[in-house]
């Protein structure tokens, strides 16, 4: 279909929002950098700038939408909502200042006598250096920043306590939702049990407001392709989520859904306890996944996931903490981002997400493994003909928990390669009759030989993207010394004083036979609880042959990755 | 024995501990008797401490006036806040959040689900005060009041040696009695649209400004008369509210029809049509893949085609039936057709509706099905196949109205609407919400009174009543009891007494005034927020719902009792171990 291949994107849960704020900001940073170095003086928007002369080869306009503020300047926003806990936002309103701006706390504009005016302020939350820069050019609405240099680098690793502290992308007034019940952070009333989320769906208001958000963007769809629901599986917002999915599977049944359930990388209170309650909200959520989405694939920077997160997956170019949200959060945003190119581009091979969603869940195999290799590493100079043939190891690390793709036996697979252009694909020096890959003419083509050489009986559905990852500011600086300026790996050490402003990168999402490994370690974890000693789950109204049909089920998803039948 | 000594020097009782202990004894001893022994010592231990404070009645007695002396606290510090909210003449509170979002009430509801409250016992109120909210829609503010006005007044007779099961004795009985004295004074109406007036304008002006809240009156009686059907239960739903961010709020207004926030996708369609007949569905008009999710396998690139076109086909059949239907109904007369749709409505579909000059909107609200077919007529179809003239609905008038990005679609001048829309409008985000805040609860009210079929008279006249009888009861009774039932008597007043403090006035003496008054002429009397002078409040219209009284007789006694009966409070869980 020709017009329009919208995708709704909701995120449940904070750090759900932390990977999506990192997302949407590598996105934005995309649009932003070409009118920067290529085109320094054209329009701005009230949004942000664009550029019509040089089009993109991501179609921004799947999972972004254009709008009008009630003064006439043209908006572009994510076709987002999300949900998150009183007193997450921080310095961000709740509906942006993108269509009101803040009022003025003037009592005498309130209509009730003066003297009857009780003004209660909370202190007003300090922003950081990025948000006073970012804000200043909007007001002041020219770039100072001189045509061609590179955009500041901030360190915003100690400043950041909520994802709206490193935002850069600006929320249509529609995109907030907070509950108001539960508070952020809080130790007397926690929001950590699934039926939590679940009830809180259950009332009217909540309900009424958030299906009522959700269609309100689908009616302006043209041609929707589907959703993509971030939500924080470990706490109440997986039932919160799921219940949201279950709504969305009865009033949008034939659109695709893509589930990306995530895990922090560290938790803030790990007692036994807290770590069983977890390991219940995950089962739970992971339960009504498998039943009402079309794909979901689990993301942790931990490896293990549960009970403890386990040890951080390594990198080879990449030095994070992974005790901080943020640094965790962008890695994950980098996969996703490099990941859905396969249906976001406007040229070459179009997919729709539903043929990758049903593509990779053959068989009832609902669950699929996410992968990154970041940065995709190649010399400055290199071509990716000598790369691939001098890579040791494997292309890419592992992000779902208890999984390991090394040595895995991977039945389907669908691989992104971005910001490798067709100029580096080989050397015309080389010899051509000394390599089959010579032949390859794309790298779609050279990627899918080399896949189809390291693997045996893989299918795989590969694209590849001119446009690399755009990694300056706020995307943390989390790359080691020797990653260059482009994103190329040197022997040398590249100069302090400048960041990482792009990088290629390679993502994959593939189904493989240690989906099973991890279902099995989930099973076998849950077992070994007992429902009965868990008494927010029982008093907030699970009961337990529900429970004990939830275990079968997942035993049930798990027998799905035993036996092999190939396609 | 090391290990041991220093855990219990720690006084450490909690079972994670012990647990953790035991294990870790368990660990560098293997031999699991020893083990054993130790832990049956350590718990020995703990049954020694706890007899220690089982001969010591002091503090245990302590521990009892504590538990009392942090419930009353708790219920003051809320009352104490909710306090300047009450009545016509109550403060406006603002609240400004950190980042700069203004949210404007004086609606004790909102109040409460805006403040963090840490406090158990406040939180036990509060919660109280929400499902009052959720019963009646009114009373939060009073809820507060009077249960923090009951433990105060018992805490009198408690700290002169009262126990407080006989005040809760006496709070029984003085309940009993107020609800007798609730059905004496009660006043059956006929649901009329005056009588509704007056209840309706009584809650309004407690919440929003009196010119607005005039403005509003009128639109929830008629919106609620509007909705009901004989003697059916009345389905609040049924109203739909839709918010307008646009010129002031006093031109909310009345919708004798539906406004959808939503409008046509196509710019052909026409934007204003007379005399529609109106289709509305919940059929898919897009193309989109197979409902089955089975991987297709295409031979050739001819073939895939092929099932794409039959696809398009299939959903091109369903717009053109009706399209035929409109051709039937609508050709050589002046009658227009609308099509308004649950599901999605693709471009092309939108094409082929635009060309025959249908007005068609997708995605319509779920609910909005049910009420189209209250407003206009007709049922909501499943299917387009076998469409007749009596499955649609008709509308004099059917336009769009856009507004920035946000498009409405205005269904109005039907025959007999049976479901109507508020439109509220106002200059920005808080106005809107606090308008729609008291809209909500004054449509309760106004379905309160017609379910009841009865109302209590308002200003105070009712509590002051409550006073004089309690008072006159309390003599009946024998026993320490009637103590209980002289607080209850008391506490009751605190609603006119806030009344007047919140005017201006000054308390006693109102008070007084009051009792005078009403001892006079022997019918309920209530206060002037004015003038400060006593009044009859049926003379100037004011009454409350009766429901919410009995809900407020009810909750607030139940809630105080308990909380009076309180003597010991315990912390169990996580938030023990941080104090």
């Not at chain 1, 449940?12 to 950098?33: D, E, P, T």
């Not at chain 1, 254009?66 to 300047?73: C, I, L, M, N, Y």
């Not at chain 1, 004990?548 to 049930?556: K, Y």
């Not at chain 2, 808080?430 to 109302?455: E, M, P, S, W």
Request: net charge negative; hydrophobic share 40%.
């Amino acid at each position: 279909m020709a017009a329009g291949r919208e995708i709704v994107t909701l995120q449940f849960g904070c750090y759900s929002n932390f990977i999506g704020a990192h997302w949407w900001n590598l996105q934005v940073s995309v649009m932003f950098c070409r009118s920067l170095t290529l085109l320094p003086n054209n329009k701005q928007e009230a949004g942000f700038e664009y550029n019509a002369d040089n089009p993109s080869e991501i179609n921004h306009d799947v999972l972004f939408r254009e709008g009008v503020t009630s003064k006439g300047h043209v908006t572009f926003t994510p076709r987002l909502l999300l949900v998150d806990l009183k007193g997450s936002l921080g310095h961000l309103r709740q509906e942006g200042d993108l269509y009101n701006h803040p009022e003025d706390v003037n009592p005498n504009k309130v209509q009730w006598p003066v003297e009857k005016v009780d003004v209660l302020c909370t202190p007003t939350v300090e922003k950081n250096e990025f948000i006073n820069d970012l804000e200043s050019e909007e007001n002041v609405m020219v770039n100072t920043e001189a045509p061609g240099s590179l955009p500041k680098v901030y360190n915003l690793d100690s400043v950041t306590n909520v994802w709206a502290d490193y935002l850069r992308t600006r929320y249509h007034p529609r995109t907030v939702s907070i509950i108001n019940e539960y508070e952020h952070n809080s130790d007397t009333k926690p929001f950590d049990v699934f039926n939590q989320g679940a009830n809180l769906w259950k009332t009217e208001q909540f309900q009424d407001d958030f299906t009522d958000r959700i269609r309100m963007y689908a009616e302006e769809c043209d041609n929707m392709q589907g959703f993509h629901i971030l939500l924080d599986g470990s706490d109440g917002f997986a039932g919160l989520g799921t219940s949201a999915l279950e709504y969305l599977e009865d009033e949008y049944s034939t659109k695709s859904k893509l589930v990306f359930p995530t895990i922090p990388s560290e938790f803030s209170n790990t007692t036994t306890f807290q770590d069983s309650v977890r390991l219940l909200n995950l089962a739970l959520g992971f339960h009504s996944l498998a039943e009402h989405s079309s794909l979901f694939v689990p993301l942790c920077m931990g490896s293990s996931g549960w009970r403890q997160p386990g040890v951080p997956r390594d990198f080879p170019h990449l030095r994070y903490n992974s005790s901080l949200a943020y640094h965790s959060s962008a890695v994950l945003a980098a996969a996703l981002d490099t990941a859905t190119l396969r249906y976001r581009l406007k040229t070459g091979m179009r997919t729709s997400l539903s043929e990758m969603t049903d593509s990779l869940s053959r068989l009832g195999r609902r669950v699929a493994v996410a992968s990154l290799g970041l940065p995709f590493a190649m010399e400055y100079d290199a071509y990716l003909l000598d790369t691939l043939e001098q890579w040791e190891g494997p292309l890419w690390q592992t992000l779902s928990p208890n999984c390991n793709l090394e040595n895995d036996r991977i039945w389907i697979q669908s691989v992104v390669l971005r910001g490798v252009p067709k100029l580096r694909l080989k050397s015309v020096q080389m010899q051509q009759d000394r390599n089959p890959a010579y032949t390859c003419t794309s790298v779609q083509e050279m990627l899918s030989l080399f896949l189809t050489c390291c693997s045996y009986a893989t299918a795989s559905h590969v694209t590849s993207a001119d446009s690399p990852c755009n990694v300056s500011s706020p995307f943390p600086q989390i790359f080691s010394e020797f990653v260059g300026l482009d994103g190329s790996v040197s022997t040398q050490k590249r100069p302090g004083n400048i960041g990482v402003y792009s990088v290629p990168a390679i993502a994959g999402l593939h189904s493989c036979r240690s989906v099973g490994d991890m279902l099995a370690a989930l099973n076998m974890e849950v077992r070994k609880l007992q429902l009965k000693r868990f008494h927010c789950f029982c008093n907030s109204g699970l009961e337990e042959d529900e429970y004990e049909e939830c275990l079968n089920h997942l035993a049930l998803l798990r027998e799905c990755y035993n036996e092999e039948f190939d396609v | 024995m090391n290990t041991y000594r220093c855990q219990s020097d720690q006084l450490c009782y909690d079972a994670e501990v012990i647990c953790a202990l035991y294990n870790q004894l368990r660990k560098s001893y293997p031999v699991a008797l020893v083990c054993i022994v130790w832990y049956r010592s350590l718990r020995k231990e703990i049954r020694k401490m706890s007899a220690i404070s089982l001969l010591n009645p002091k503090a245990e007695f302590a521990r009892a006036a504590q538990a009392l002396a942090i419930n009353i606290t708790a219920a003051k510090g809320i009352q104490d806040v909710m306090r300047t909210n009450l009545g016509p003449k109550g403060t406006m509170k603002m609240l400004v959040s950190g980042s700069g979002d203004i949210k404007i009430t004086k609606d004790g509801n909102v109040l409460l689900h805006e403040m963090q409250i840490q406090h158990p016992t406040a939180s036990l109120i509060a919660r109280a005060s929400t499902a009052q909210d959720d019963m009646t829609g009114d009373g939060t503010t009073s809820t507060v009041l009077v249960i923090g006005e009951l433990l105060k007044q018992a805490d009198l007779y408690i700290s002169e040696g009262l126990h407080p099961r006989i005040i809760t004795e006496g709070f029984d009985k003085a309940r009993a009695k107020t609800l007798e004295v609730l059905e004496k004074l009660k006043i059956k109406i006929e649901p009329t649209r005056e009588n509704l007036l007056d209840v309706a304008r009584t809650s309004l002006r407690t919440k929003i400004h009196p010119q607005l809240a005039d403005v509003l009156t009128d639109i929830c009686v008629d919106a609620v008369l509007a909705v009901r059907q004989g003697d059916k239960q009345i389905d609040l739903h049924m109203v739909e509210i839709i918010e307008m961010q646009h010129k002031t709020s006093t031109e909310t207004s009345l919708v004798r029809g539906l406004v959808l926030d939503h409008g046509s996708r196509h710019p052909d369609m026409p934007k204003r049509v007379e005399n529609a007949y109106i289709l509305t569905c919940n059929v898919s008009m897009e193309y989109e893949k197979s409902e089955v999710t089975a991987g297709f396998f295409y031979k050739s690139a001819e073939e895939r085609e092929k099932l794409v076109s039959s696809e398009r086909d299939f959903i091109e059949k369903r717009v053109q039936k009706v399209i035929d239907l409109k051709n039937k109904l609508c050709n050589n007369t002046d009658k227009r057709f609308v099509v308004i749709n649950q599901k999605g409505i693709d471009p092309m579909s939108l094409d082929m509706l635009a060309k025959e000059g249908i007005l068609a909107v997708r995605r319509a609200k779920r609910r909005n099905m049910e009420r189209l077919a209250l407003a206009c007529g007709g049922t909501a179809m499943n299917c387009v196949d076998d469409l007749t003239e009596e499955h649609l609905g008709f509308a004099g008038l059917v336009y769009e109205h856009v507004l920035g990005e946000s498009k409405y679609t205005f269904v109005e001048e039907c025959k007999f609407p049976q479901s109507v829309t508020i439109l509220i409008k106002g200059p920005n985000q808080h106005t809107l919400t606090q308008i729609k805040d008291a809209i909500r609860d004054g449509l309760r009210t106004v379905k309160n009174a017609i379910d009841d079929g009865c109302l209590v008279p308002g200003a105070g006249a009712f509590e002051v009543a409550v006073n004089q009888e309690l008072l006159q009861y309390k003599n009946e009774v024998r026993g320490k009891a009637r103590l209980g039932i002289q607080a209850y008597a008391e506490a009751f007043l605190v609603i006119p007494k806030t009344l007047a403090a919140n005017s201006g006035f000054d308390a006693q003496d109102t008070i007084v005034k009051l009792q005078e008054e009403a001892q006079l002429l022997g019918e309920p009397v209530g206060l002037d927020v004015n003038s400060g002078e006593a009044i009859r409040p049926a003379d100037v219209g004011i009454y409350d719902n009766y429901i919410v009284k009995k809900q407020i007789i009810n909750s607030c006694s139940v809630i105080a009792s308990n909380l009076l009966l309180v003597d010991e409070i315990m912390r169990a869980g996580m938030s023990s171990l941080k104090g």
